[in-house]
């Protein structure tokens, strides 16, 4: 009995301490001299509130590695220096044996493509892990990634997510991202320069999947067409990142995902843009930049990604997808009043057409791939007399065809890549396409981005993967 009294007696005494315990931890003030600090007193910088959507173009920047490339080559923007998506060399192709593989590198889903610039590549990526677009820097000849710099933008795939294929000078290489986010920086060593949300500013519609217009710099300055409420087409100051002109945009445009062509039409230099509502000529001359010279609204498809392309000094072919087909554009300068007619128009299956990818002029042949609506000629390359755009006078075999892929020409032959990444090269002759050689270069899903070439080095993709080819023996 004695024994169970002192049980008792502890077990009473453990719950007194332990509710006393409990009590004076409610009731125990630790500091009574508590003061509130502002931001900033403990030498941190202040922190910044920011909402979920808010993007911060550029914000973030990662370096990997050094490059020693002694390579000069160039092909620094879309469709090259010269716009026309031809490249010069005098360097001989190895057409016995397979092009091998240089490099290749893992991707987000997208079709953008690089460009080189001596002896590095510029590709803007989307991470879908970090919600990122992302400017990526590798080295040309071994691939290895120099550094990125990237911010995040929450986004839905949409077709992929990058489009566009950046810009790039021995000062400056900008990007377009997908919801058009504008971005410039140090092509060396990734420091950001300016930043622009091209949305905000001038109130642009964004293009269904995506902004796919590739930027282009003339005379220093960034040209592009937020086509917005306000504004139709800009040029900003790639230093300072300054609008230094604008076209109002009293046509009424929206953007396309077409990219502005500069032209030399009847002596003049023009930004010749296909846009959502019409076709327009901008003035590039210093005397009157950005002035709207001209525009058409008789061909104004829904959907515009082919660029214009220009077949002599008042002549331009016109191009799009989803059953809009082609049109020859007349441009004409009559007393310094100048004057643009649509001169043809016609379906898929009568002429020149194509849906995504622009046709290249060479000597005396039109270069394209006609879309589904192509009637017997779809996904075949063709070729057309820059006279007549009606009647090809040549078109690939049967089992030659190529869906959405990219073409290019480099020292008299074209290069097309079929959308599930086999490669084909002709050699170009009068009037018409010799195939020498084919190749498995991938097992690709949509490899429709352009392709890009410098230094015997030949750029290609799919819609998850860069590859490298070394095309020089």
């Not at 075999?397 to 079929?418: C, N, T, V």
Request: hydrophobic share 40%.
């Amino acid at each position: 009995m004695k024994k169970k009294n002192i049980i008792r007696l502890i077990t009473i005494l453990v719950a007194l301490i332990y509710l006393g315990a409990i009590v004076f931890w409610h009731l125990y003030t630790p500091d009574y001299n508590i003061t509130i600090q502002n931001p900033g007193a403990d030498n941190r910088p202040e922190g910044k509130s920011r909402k979920a959507d808010e993007v911060v173009i550029g914000e973030f920047f990662m370096r990997y590695a050094e490059s020693s490339s002694s390579l000069k080559g160039q092909w620094p923007c879309f469709r090259g220096s010269d716009y026309k998506n031809i490249a010069h060399t005098i360097a001989p192709f190895n057409f016995v044996t397979d092009f091998p593989i240089q490099w290749k590198v893992e991707t987000g889903e997208g079709h953008a493509a690089p460009v080189i610039f001596n002896g590095l590549v510029y590709l803007l990526d989307y991470d879908e892990k970090l919600s990122s677009d992302m400017l990526r820097c590798f080295d040309l000849g071994t691939g290895t990634e120099l550094w990125r710099r990237w911010y995040r933008v929450p986004m839905k795939r949409n077709h992929g997510f990058s489009r566009t294929t950046p810009v790039v000078t021995d000062k400056y290489v900008i990007t377009v991202g997908p919801q058009a986010h504008l971005m410039c920086c140090n092509p060396t060593t990734g420091e950001l320069k300016w930043t622009l949300d091209v949305r905000k500013q001038f109130e642009t519609e964004e293009p269904f999947w995506y902004s796919g217009q590739c930027p282009r710099i003339d005379d220093n300055q960034l040209i592009l067409v937020p086509a917005g409420k306000e504004v139709l087409m800009v040029g900003i100051d790639c230093e300072t990142g300054k609008i230094a002109w604008q076209t109002p945009n009293t046509i009424g445009y929206k953007m396309s995902h077409s990219s502005v062509m500069p032209m030399v039409l009847h002596g003049k230099k023009i930004y010749v843009y296909a846009g959502i509502g019409g076709v327009c000529g901008i003035s590039g001359e210093a005397a009157d930049k950005g002035k709207l010279l001209w525009n058409v609204d008789k061909w104004k498809p829904s959907v515009v990604a082919p660029s214009p392309l220009q077949l002599s000094s008042g002549e331009i072919a016109l191009t799009a997808g989803y059953g809009a087909g082609g049109a020859l554009l007349q441009v004409r300068n009559i007393d310094g009043k100048w004057i643009a007619t649509i001169t043809d128009q016609y379906k898929s299956s009568e002429g020149l057409s194509s849906e995504q990818q622009t046709p290249i002029l060479y000597e005396q042949m039109v270069i394209t791939v006609p879309p589904k609506d192509g009637g017997g000629l779809r996904g075949k390359l063709v070729a057309y007399s820059p006279s007549n755009l009606r009647v090809p006078i040549w078109e690939s075999a049967a089992d030659e065809r190529f869906g959405l892929g990219p073409y290019l020409i480099i020292r008299s032959h074209l290069f097309a890549l079929k959308d599930e990444g086999e490669l084909y090269i002709y050699k170009l002759e009068q009037k018409k396409m010799t195939l020498v050689k084919k190749q498995r270069i991938m097992d690709g899903i949509d490899a429709w981005g352009p392709m890009a070439y410098a230094d015997g080095y030949l750029m290609v993709r799919d819609a998850h993967w860069v590859y490298c080819l070394s095309l020089e023996p």
